[in-house]
């Protein structure tokens, strides 16, 4: 077992308070993804929950014991940072042992729990070599294997991709979720990549101001994002936001565009923002009018920039696309995936 | 700078290392000759620069306890007090400029930069102006003419420094380290000897030798507090012998390479952590 319950958890660095009052359930085996921009307070959050870090109010919980006052080597949690911090003096073996040295165990015992964690993550040729002489990857490795050789409870990850190239960090993510699913160690992940949280979570927390906005899962969170703030955060291409006005029951651009029907609430004459996911536009032979922008192909589909009302709008389609700059096109929103938001508190509205 | 002046540039760097080096070194080079030459090959004209049949009597003259110079002063003791006093105070300083330097680089609390920065002013001090209060204040905590006097004062002057040199380099060891291995199941003093001070050797051996070598070539001090030939150090020695035997120039050649033997010695297995010792914290790693 290995839930995480936070309660009310708050903290301040002198009269600045950084969290406030954040509850967080992550439950036996869930992969939890903290996410937001710099400075949104996640890593404090984890630091917290890791003991490095004491909070001014709340409770942090470990399978419904209260761990707030016990120092970390005492919380049965490991931690992989965003440097590895690998010991720089000790072989990949030692590293990887040092936890199971600390707590005493017998050199034999140490050598076969090394082996079977090396042997999980590929490192059993790398064993005797020095941080210096492994590649990013392999680091990040070591770093995994130092967290697993004790099988603990939780497992926290603080951006532990963010010093890798691209194509390395697709890979490790990859690597990572394998790792989840074939150990079902509870994981609390953090990164400022939504494609990460994206891609890798059970459960995604976003995070802005040391509040938390919406948790729930990837898809949950995609389709129906709680305000301005998470739709915009979730997705790439970002989703697209249009001011606009409901009339006679539909949501209309400034220019008198139809963008779709509005619901029976919204009384007409109502400002809203309306938000639409790049890939819900499509080219139609009616609809509003918008002018190519940009053309950027990828090779399994084209992402068109389109100008419309003096914005700018992201459309994605699977389509080879025979448009050039400046071509007029008339585009519609798949029904139903429009969403609005109020436009003052930011706030979804449908 | 283009590309064919770079060498000559190189060069003419080079020469004027050299030149220095020539003009710093000779002096001594000349003196450890010396040592091995007889009194009257050193009063020969034309001047012999090397030694014609070089010996070991100067040496032999030092310890040999029918010779005067021994009779005047008993460098086995000398020896012996200069190690005590540098060995114990460099042992002292470095502790102490352990936990006070991790103190510094990982311990949050008020006026700690200030703290830090009055350490180093500290050391701007002329230790003559000190001479004075000092020798007071030993005499009144009766630690004048004692090893653990001088011992205590010396610790006491190394110790900003050590300080200030270990702080220095444990900034530069990334704090994510010692949080790992706390997270690894260590308190905070197994993070600190298990794997931040393997990581600040370099700096460590630096105060170390800086320290051990500043304490075995201190004079002022040790003059004015150490009256009984037994409590005496070889820079005292060196002063007496080099009055006592002013003609007897080999001798103090030899005097002179015994005393400077130890601190050659430390330097030259120390020196590859020198540079990186004082430089740490001057370059972004």
Same mark, same amino acid.
């Given at each position: 077992m290995g839930s995480v319950t936070l309660n009310n958890i708050r903290k301040s660095y002198g009269a600045v308070e950084v969290l406030h009052g954040i509850d967080l359930q992550v439950d036996d085996g869930e992969f939890t993804v903290l996410v937001g921009p710099s400075g949104c307070g996640k890593s404090t959050l984890l630091r917290a929950i890791a003991g490095l870090e004491t909070i001014s109010d709340g409770q942090i919980s470990l399978d419904n014991e209260v761990i707030n006052h016990l120092p970390p080597k005492r919380r049965d949690i490991a931690m992989v940072f965003q440097n590895y911090a690998?010991?720089?003096?000790?072989?990949v073996a030692k590293n990887m042992g040092f936890s199971l040295r600390l707590a005493k165990e017998s050199k034999s015992e140490i050598d076969r729990k090394v082996r079977a964690a090396a042997g999980i993550l590929d490192l059993v040729p790398l064993l005797q070599r020095y941080p210096k002489q492994l590649s990013g990857g392999q680091r990040q490795r070591v770093a995994m294997g130092r967290a697993i050789v004790r099988d603990p409870e939780v497992f926290l990850f603080d951006e532990p991709l963010s010093n890798l190239d691209a194509k390395l960090r697709v890979q490790m993510r990859s690597e990572i979720k394998e790792l989840h699913q074939r150990l079902g160690t509870t994981t609390v992940y953090v990164t400022h990549d939504q494609i990460e949280a994206m891609t890798m979570a059970d459960k995604i927390v976003v995070m802005r101001g040391g509040h938390v906005e919406q948790m729930g899962s990837p898809l949950q969170l995609y389709d129906r994002p709680v305000n301005v703030f998470v739709a915009g955060f979730i997705g790439s291409p970002a989703m697209n936001f249009i001011d606009a006005t409901v009339q006679n029951g539909t949501v209309i651009t400034p220019s008198g565009a139809i963008l779709g029907p509005a619901p029976d609430s919204l009384p007409d004459g109502s400002a809203v923002t309306a938000g639409i996911r790049p890939e819900d536009i499509f080219l139609s032979d009616s609809g509003a009018e918008t002018t190519v922008g940009l053309i950027e192909p990828t090779g399994a589909e084209t992402q068109l920039t389109l100008r419309m009302d003096g914005a700018s709008l992201v459309m994605t389609t699977r389509d080879r696309v025979t448009l050039s700059p400046g071509d007029a096109v008339h585009i519609r929103v798949t029904e139903g995936k429009l969403r609005l938001f109020d436009t003052q508190s930011e706030a979804a509205i449908w | 700078m283009n590309e064919t002046a770079r060498p000559y540039y190189w060069a003419f760097i080079s020469l004027c290392g050299a030149v220095i080096a020539v003009y710093i070194l000779f002096p001594i080079f000349w003196l450890f000759l010396a040592s091995f030459k007889t009194r009257d090959q050193l009063a020969?004209? =034309?001047?012999?620069?090397?030694?014609?049949? =070089?010996?070991l009597q100067a040496y032999r003259d030092l310890f040999d306890s029918g010779s005067q110079s021994s009779q005047l002063l008993n460098w086995p003791t000398l020896i012996s007090n200069s190690f005590t006093v540098a060995v114990t105070s460099t042992i002292i300083v470095v502790i102490l400029g352990t936990f006070a330097g991790y103190a510094f680089a990982r311990l949050k609390f008020p006026g700690r930069d200030l703290i830090l920065g009055g350490l180093l002013v500290s050391r701007m001090f002329q230790g003559a102006a000190l001479l004075l209060p000092t020798y007071r204040l030993m005499n009144t905590l009766g630690l004048q003419d004692s090893l653990l006097g001088l011992i205590l004062l010396y610790s006491a002057f190394g110790l900003p420094f050590a300080t200030w040199i270990i702080a220095s380099s444990l900034r530069e060891i990334p704090v994510e380290l010692e949080e790992s291995a706390m997270m690894d199941g260590a308190s905070r003093l197994q993070a600190m000897f298990l794997v931040v001070l393997p990581l600040a050797t370099p700096a460590l051996i630096t105060a170390a030798m800086w320290h051990f070598v500043g304490a075995w070539s201190e004079f002022a001090f040790a003059s004015i507090l150490l009256e009984s030939s037994a409590n005496k150090t070889v820079t005292i020695g060196l002063a007496s012998f080099v009055e006592l035997f002013t003609l007897e120039f080999q001798k103090v050649g030899a005097a002179a390479t015994l005393v400077a033997m130890p601190i050659m010695v430390v330097f030259f297995f120390g020196q590859r952590y020198f540079t990186r010792g004082l430089l740490a914290g001057a370059v972004k790693g």
């Open positions: 690998l010991y720089p003096h000790m072989t | 020969q004209l =034309p001047i012999a620069f090397w030694p014609e049949e =070089p010996t």
